[in-house]
């Protein structure tokens, strides 16, 4: 999408350099274009206001946050897995050597 717009641009401002418009008032145009159209974009996000940046950390700030937990967490529930698994071996070795009945006895 991206390289069809610069593709529209170029077009664009080529048929309006072929009618007379000289290149530096058309590149100060789309600039300014530019330059709304990331106004408008900002605005439309909330991103506008004097605290746009401080929101834009915290949220970065939270986002590593949640990585950062969900990582921990997917670490305990294979730590607590393989706790897990070795407590059953360590049964069934158990079970199987008669440990239990000597126990019992």
Do not use: F, H, Y
Not at 21 to 44: Q, V
Not at 48 to 76: H, I, Y
Not at 78 to 85: K, L
């Amino acid at each position: 999408m991206g390289n069809q717009n610069a593709s529209l641009l170029a077009l664009l401002v080529g048929q309006a350099e072929g009618q007379g418009a000289d290149m530096a008032t058309l590149r100060a145009l789309i600039e300014e274009a530019s330059e709304i159209g990331a106004e408008r974009a900002l605005a439309a996000l909330g991103l506008k206001d004097d605290n746009a940046r401080r929101d834009m950390d915290a949220l970065r700030e939270l986002l590593r946050a949640w990585r950062d937990a969900k990582k921990s967490a997917g670490q305990a529930v294979v730590s607590w897995a393989v706790r897990i698994v070795l407590a059953l071996l360590v049964a069934g070795i158990a079970v199987r050597m008669g440990l239990l009945e000597m126990i019992r006895s």
